[in-house]
């Protein structure tokens, strides 16, 4: 018998999103960090059914819903991808709001969803732009230098932002959609490296890489390459990778709370993000815009060799 699943995909700022809204696991009740690792220990094959190939790729971002602890909560989210699991996932909150609009379960406000870091704050804006809250964010550690093979010494701020990432300045390539292929073997040399070299944020991976440039459109702060944990490079700015940004620039005394900062991708999407304090936390906020591209079902027939997915 086929198995169904009913998805919605998305992108936002050219990254996709693949929400399933009907026939993904059951993860049952209690903290979303332990529904997360039950997916990870009894439905991994669901997750690589849904975003690797033959149907997805590696740029797909999975979401799962399910139902929130926090009754104030519209849904729990877990985000994945062709390898594993996420913290938060900003284009992917984006894209599950425009999701949520798109089945005509929220209105133009606020709404909370929970993830498996913390909970965090959507704002349909109308139209196709969602505001996000997302859990706060940090810098770790400034500058530090790591040595990549057949490229010499980078230095890289560690920063929290929802997922861990490596964030480097010095690395010496323009930031550039013709670029992609340097861009791609540098910052895999680099996740390499960190793996090499055991270099950890405090005993957590460091999963995700972003090289920073400038870009040649004055109203645009800064232009980032994000090398995410499957290998593929983020299309949209990435959301928890600026957040990380943010909180990089607000430790160094560039960027004061509540100004602006807008983030380009290397393909030219934007969001545009600030701080925010509320109470004794500072918040980062990400703008971005996201299109519904496909409501569709995904068929499990029981005589696919590749029913679940190409994987390991
Ligand atoms: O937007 O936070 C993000 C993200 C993480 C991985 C891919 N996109």
Known sequence: MAKHI????SHTGGEPTRVIVDGGPDLGAGPLATQRERFQQSFDHFRSAVVNEPRGSEVFVGALLGK???PLCTASVIFFNNVGYLGMCGHGTIGVVMTLAHLGRIQPGLI??????GEVEAEWLGGNRVRIRNVPSYRLAANVPLAVPSHGVVHGDIAWGGNWFFLVDDHGLAIDRANVPALMSLSSRIRHALQDQHMTANGAEIDH????GPSPKPEVNARNFVLCPGMAYD???CGTGTSAKLACLHADGKLALGDSWIQESV?????????QQH???VYPYITGTAYVNAD???IIAGDDPFAWGIHD
């Open 6 to 9: 009913r998805v919605i995909d």
């Open 68 to 70: 929130p602890s926090n």
């Open 112 to 117: 909370r969803l929970e993830t498996p870091v």
């Open 209 to 212: 890489i972003e090289l920073i």
């Open 235 to 237: 299309r949209s700015p």
């Open 267 to 275: 393909i030219g999407s934007r969001f545009e993000g600030c701080l």
């Open 279 to 281: 109470g004794d936390t």
């Open 296 to 298: 569709t079902t995904l």
